[in-house]
């Protein structure tokens, strides 16, 4: 019996001890740790990552840098990163308050910015390339993906030349460098180049339904939330791994990733509001009525109206927007998505813009961590609500809703009970529809649909050595649909008229790289790159108008309801691109460094005997400060010293730009009916539009590198432009493409950030950039080049003015220079008066020269950013300087002899005009194009949620932009492309957001 009690009694000590230990364990498994992770300076890092070692149990610090963390052993060690900062382990030893301070990296030289297949730390980047993250691009809730980059880089001008709602912005870099075809910068989103042309969004090709041809925002693909970093390659060295495409920079655009840690839903939204910012001084009502009265106007019809038409069609317009996302992931699996829902209504009445986007980035990793899957997913639905902006129908003059709601007299109401129209509207007058009309009346509906897909595995063959395959798609379909009822104004002398017409654009993108990057020794280090590119473009396109409709139910959604069909096309063609691409980047002592690049590129846009085009670029760079002479400053902390050389291409013409074409014709022989001929003559040599690019320049950092900054010097020449150029006769075609002259771009950068404060409680810093550019064309070897007018339009149609030239392209002059007559005043009758250049005593076109600059002398952009505890203002503003403007509308509405029947700016009470202008294009209309813009604004606070356990964060904003534009144009704004007329205005935008993490 006592041996059975001894054995029980046993049992039961081991059964106690087991569940001691049990609690011991559990006890242990929620051990709480908390404390503060701060810089040297002992301001708060928010954002910083904590995780245990060894597990995947982490956290975030708060706004105020502060974590709370449960951790398995009280003997654990965190594991702290913060971008920027040296990760730490720190061992846990018992304590239940863990305070940690991180070591800056050297002015973050140890930042990763992206170049072309592949990323460098920034203290090895040979290259000129902007990486501009999140934090850092404009703050505050942005309509556009552009927005956020305006005013940041050196160099790059982004313009958001048009308010109307879901508009593309155009970005320059550098200067511009071809004649007549793309200027744009190729765009690359988390690793697939994509193709956007401005043709592909825009409206029909006719004009005659006064529908907009404005090109849509093409990254309206991307949630301007979902952007992690966006990377800008300037200089040859850093782009021409991209070869044909890069001739005008390229922007590397990166999407948010997951990260290894707890799950993190994030709620990010605004609100808001958006007025035009600035109307145009026309007459009033009381002045056009004086104006008849003391000039004795006789068949002025007064009706007895106040109206002021700008006021009718400008709005106070609703701004919101939804994202919600999750982000997350384990040892192996990481991954990030988002929905985002953004409603943009126009500052012109029923203009909008309705954009639902979505997102998915996974990365999984395999087979101990040497295969790794990466899929990235962007899709994009937008609705787009368009107002009339094209003229010329009927017996309208031509024009479109701007040009008619400046023209239109204030004497006459919007509406008129008799008025036969639908809705009762007013008629205006012969040459001026009434715009409420159009804009309410007149539909315009746009739909994109936008996906863009990338998949890639990469696997580690040994140590040092990867292989990467990926493959891309992106698909398009966009559809716009018009209908002009035939119970308006115009409808009514066509029986109105419908339109439809669908794009479909897709790329498909093969990729294979491989890569080796090998510490050879303690002072050499090599990276070697070798691959493929395939890339397929396939565009397609349909179109359909017809007119004279007997009702106006079913409007767009029956076409064939019309009995005259106007218009039918259609068309498909396709494009190919293939590539082989190597580079070399060579680090020695770590102080020098050398990349060789070459890429061979064939095109088939090309003749068949220069399809082919290669582009090498290479590049030093010495780290002055590594040298044992200033390795120990206290002042100099960097100074590194890069020159680069490189050719790199532009290949953005149309298909089949180098082979004859034919057209069918139908013949008023009936015996002869339908016939084909030729449109354009073959040009078997037509090559690429190449760019050689030399630079050089100088990184710096000073005391600690709380000044940092570069220095740019650049020359870009482009030979080979190619052109449209007449063939003489007696040919069977009047025209061809030709490669036929060079262009030059050389310019000076320079940016800098300062931190003037880094304080727990307050941090003040200040950044800004400058960047000159001269262009200039250096050869033409058919001569001067005058190139016809576009977008100009006189007050009766058709006029002089729209029959001649506006610009002109000529050896020694920039680019695109205005082109007329020297206005040098009025004669005593009122009219205009012009320099008679060649002294004979006639003024014709003999007379003319260059009358204006539209390259910018220099461009510009600055702010700060100032915080105060939980409290942070951010400013971006940004300008141009030496552009000058053709300002045609003032051709229009500078017009005495059309009132009262019509209206007119004010001005032309006082200027001594008392005739009609003479329609020619003259520097009378040219403006001073400069202006300086407060961009952006943005107050945030964050709020305390120590006591909110659900909630890790929470950020309010207040954001302005648009706020004011300093200039001497007298338009609605001085940022257009060449020539101002009815310019979409642009709005200024009052914005409230809030952003919660849980």
Known sequence: MKKYYDVLLRKRTMLCMFLLFFCFSFSNAQTKVEGLVSDFFGAPLPGA???????????????????????????????????????????????????????ENVSTLDEVVLVGYGRVKKSDATGAVTGIKAKDLNKGAALTTQQLLSGKAAGVNVSLGSGRPGSKSTVRIRGTNSLNFNNEPLYVIDGVPVSFQDNSFAGTTGSDDRSSTAANNPLSLINPADIERIDVLKDASAKAIYGARAANGVVIVTTKKGKEGKNVLTLDTYVGFASVSRTLPVLSAAQVREYAANNNVSNFDDRGANTDWQDELFRSALNRGYTISMSGGSNNTHYSGSLGYQEQEGVIINSANENITGRLNLTSKFMGDKLTLNLNVLYANEKANNVPSVGGIGGDGGGDVIRDVLRANPTIPVRDENSPYSGGFSYVSIFTQNPIEQALLFRNLTTSRRLLTNISLNYEIVEDLNFKTSIGYTQEDIERKSYVPLSTRIGSENGGFGNLEARNNNNRLIETTLNYNKQLSKNHRVNLLAGYSWQEFTNASNRLRTSQFVEDVLGFNNLAAGGVVNFANNGISKSRIISFF????????????????????????????????????????????????????????????????????????????????????????????????????????LKWETTSETNIGLDFGFFNNRFTGTVEVYEKVTDDLILRFNVPAPTAVSTRLENVGEVSNKGIEFSFNYDVVRHQDWNFNFYGNIATNKNEIVSL????????????????????????????????????????????????????????????????????????QTQPDYTYGFGFNLGYKRLSLSTSFRGVQ????????????????????????????????????????????????????????????????????????LNLSLTGQNLFVLTDFTGYDPEVSIVAYTNYPRARTILMGLKAQF
Do not use: H
């Open 49 to 103: 990552s904590i995780i245990e070692k060894g597990t995947t149990n982490g956290t975030q610090t708060d706004f105020d840098g502060k974590y709370t963390i449960q951790i398995s052993s009280s003997n654990a060690i965190l594991v702290v990163s913060y971008l920027g900062y040296l990760d730490t382990e720190v061992p846990v030893d018992n304590q239940r308050v863990v305070n940690i301070t991180l070591q």
């Open 582 to 685: 190597g580079r070399v980047n060579y680090d020695l002592f770590d102080k020098y460094l050398i990349t060789a690049t070459l890429r061979r590129d064939g095109s088939t846009r090309f003749g068949k005997d220069t399809k082919w085009g290669l582009f090498p670029s290479a590049a030093l760079a010495w780290k002055v400060s590594d040298e044992d002479f200033l390795k120990d400053s206290s002042v100099i902390s960097q100074l590194k010293l890069r020159a680069s050389y490189g050719i790199t291409g532009n290949q953005e013409i149309s298909n089949f730009g180098s082979l004859s074409l034919l057209s069918l014709g139908l013949n008023v022989n009936p015996e002869i009916g339908l016939f084909a001929k030729p449109t354009t003559l073959a040009n078997p040599n």
């Open 781 to 852: 070897s058919k001569g001067a080049l005058i190139t016809p007018a576009f977008g100009l339009t006189s007050f009766t149609a058709p006029s002089p003015q729209q029959q001649s030239p506006i610009r002109i392209q000529r050896v020694g002059e920039s680019l695109n220079s205005l082109w007329g007559l020297d206005f040098i005043g009025f004669d005593k009758n009122g009219r205009e008066q012009f320099r008679d250049i060649d002294n004979n005593g006639v003024i014709n076109t003999d007379d003319r020269t260059i009358i204006g």
């Open 882 to 953: 030496g552009v000058e403007v053709l300002n045609s509308l003032r051709n229009d509405l500078e017009n005495l002899t059309v009132v009262p029947e019509n209206n007119a700016l004010d001005v032309i009470l006082t200027n001594g005009a008392t005739v009609a202008p003479s329609g020619q294009v003259s520097d009378r209309f040219v403006e001073d194009g400069s202006f300086l813009r407060m961009e952006n604004a943005t107050l945030n606070y964050n709020v305390n949620t120590a006591k909110l356990g659900f909630l890790q964060s």
